[in-house]
């Protein structure tokens, strides 16, 4: 370790003197083998508190930002502003320590798009570790405000995270403006909030169960009973969030759980593993969930997309051109159900071709989808957007006239390094 990175550690900790002498080196010598571990993950977790500092969100990205000095391209999410502006967000950096956010906009129903109008990197060349964003979504409130909801780590994943959240109350203005980033719980989130019948938001966090990785392993095993696929609600339009309870599923990934309400007031869980899609229920609100079981919906250890349209009707975006199979990531297509779930029409392929992931989207008032994904990441890094109908979807072609498959929200100039 860097001597000045070991400074910053005595310090931060206060603990020692920032030059330590011989006695208290030696200390170590005769420590047993647990309390020196339990040493180093008291480190590792002050480390881990540089994660609590709020990032800036960065309004005047360019030039430093701007398409020629961005080499790669996931998608995180998209949404639709009170006065039609869609916004698109994706991660820059890698799927790694290294990621940060970047947002742009269409005002022409995702025809064009501008360059990036903003983002938020935390990364710091003073830090001792990288501290990255790497996960969130994008989400037009009922009020109209539109939030970016965000992960801030150190690493890939320090055992802890953090969700944040900031606001935007102008997303129509030529210069939109976003309140200071807080903290609502530990953890990551990366799917939009459902709105309940009983007008409750509920936003879904997944605090990882395998614990933090790398040098953070062991980590805020404090944090231990709550890992899992938590649900938070709000009852004062985002005002508040409390935590109502969690799913615990087998052989978890990173969750990415999504909640949809029933007719019939239940909830109903679907949530990613290195096994496949994985569902849970709950009848009391989400405070406590059924032991969770294998769905038939077949599907690659990848982000899904659900949620519930205009129609009453919901809406699936799924890989594969069948409800119970998949050839891995290829073949994203759509599918929509009558009846909550139990069965599924349509079929739409959206984007045929390899390599394409990360489906996101919303439903417009005029009743159009919008579902943003990417393609090649590190290679081609693009981020695309597919604009379709539910008739589209039941004649598992595009009839409406407006529809458009691979729309290009983004692509990265950078020359990459091989």
């Known amino acids: 370790m860097a001597r000045s990175a070991l400074a910053l550690l005595i310090t931060m900790l206060g603990t020692f003197p920032l ?19 339990d040493f180093e993950i008291e480190v590792m977790e ?35 502003t009170p006065g039609g502006r869609l916004w698109a967000c994706w991660v820059a950096g890698g799927d790694s320590p290294a990621a940060y956010f970047v947002l742009a906009t269409s005002d022409d129903n995702g025809e064009t798009w501008s360059k990036p109008r903003l983002v938020l990197d935390s990364h710091s060349k003073k830090l001792p570790r ?5 996960v969130g979504n994008l989400w ?38 976003w309140s200071r980033p807080r903290r609502l719980w530990h953890g990551v989130t990366l799917n939009k909030p459902t709105i309940l019948s009983s007008g409750e938001w509920m936003l879904p966090i997944s605090l990882d169960q395998r614990g933090g990785f790398g040098p953070f392993k062991g980590c805020f095993s404090k944090l231990d009973p709550h890992r899992g696929a938590n649900v938070f609600v709000s009852g ?10 969690k799913a615990t599923f087998p052989n978890p990934d990173w969750h990415e759980h999504m909640v949809v309400e029933r007719n019939d007031g239940s909830l109903w869980m679907l949530a990613r593993t290195r096994k496949g899609i ?6 009391d609100g989400g405070q406590s969930w059924t032991t969770p079981v294998a769905s038939r919906i077949k ?23 069948k409800i119970d199979s998949h050839q891995g990531r290829v073949k994203l297509s759509a599918w929509l159900s009558d009846d909550d779930g139990k069965s599924w029409k349509g079929g739409l392929v959206l984007d045929e071709r390899k390599g394409i992931s990360y489906p996101d989207g919303f439903q417009a008032e005029d009743g159009t989808i919008y579902i943003s994904y990417d393609r090649n990441r590190a290679t081609d890094g693009e981020i695309l957007l597919a604009r379709f109908t539910e008739d589209d979807v039941l004649a598992g072609k595009l009839v409406a006239p407006n529809s458009k498959r691979k729309l290009l929200i983004s692509r990265p100039l950078a020359k990459r390094s091989k």
């Not at 609590?52 to 949404?79: C, F, H, R, V």
């Not at 985002?238 to 309870?245: A, E, L």
């Open 299 to 321: 599907h690659p250890n990848a982000r899904f997309h659900i949620r519930r349209l205009r129609s009453g009707r919901l809406l699936l975006i799924k890989h594969g051109d």
């Open 236 to 245: 004062d339009k985002g005002d508040t969030w409390q935590r109502r309870g």
């Open 46 to 80: 002050k480390i881990a508190d540089l994660a609590l500092i709020p990032p800036e969100p960065n309004t005047s990205p360019l030039p430093k930002y701007d398409y020629d000095q961005l080499d790669y391209g996931m998608t995180i999410g998209i949404a639709r």
């Open 19 to 37: 030059i330590a002498d011989d006695s208290e080196t030696n200390r170590f010598t005769t420590m047993p083998p647990k309390e020196i571990r």
């Open 130 to 134: 990288p501290r990255s964003i790497l």
């Open 278 to 283: 994985m569902e849970s229920t709950s009848t």
């Open 140 to 177: 037009t409130d009922p009020e109209g405000r539109l939030w970016l909801f965000f992960d801030q780590s150190m690493d890939m994943f320090d055992g802890r995270a953090g969700v944040w959240a900031t606001v935007c109350s102008n997303p129509d203005s030529d210069t939109p403006t």
